[in-house]
């Protein structure tokens, strides 16, 4: 069994939702999923607002994109997540 790189992009409700704070609340979610966080980013989208991508490795056959898209979407100020980008580990 593999591992594969995930990422994804969340966006907010509104310009002023504290995307740190959205993303230490993400990285708790994966981490409790069996993810391990590499690397995560805010940058600006559009008309103010600004989305998070983050990128994680996590053990293929476990991965449940629904279950962690649900659980993402229920963090506040979050308006929808999305996975960008599913790529197999080959080291």
Known sequence: MGEVFIRIEVLPEA???NMEKVAEEVVKIIEKQGGKV???KI???????K????????PEQEFNEEKLIEEIQKVGGVQSAEV???TRNVF
């Open 51 to 58: 989305k998070l991508i983050i990128v994680f490795m996590y």
């Open 84 to 86: 960008t980008e599913v």
């Open 15 to 17: 310009p002023e939702t």
């Open 43 to 49: 940058e600006p989208f559009v008309f103010g607002l």
């Open 38 to 40: 590499i690397n995560y």
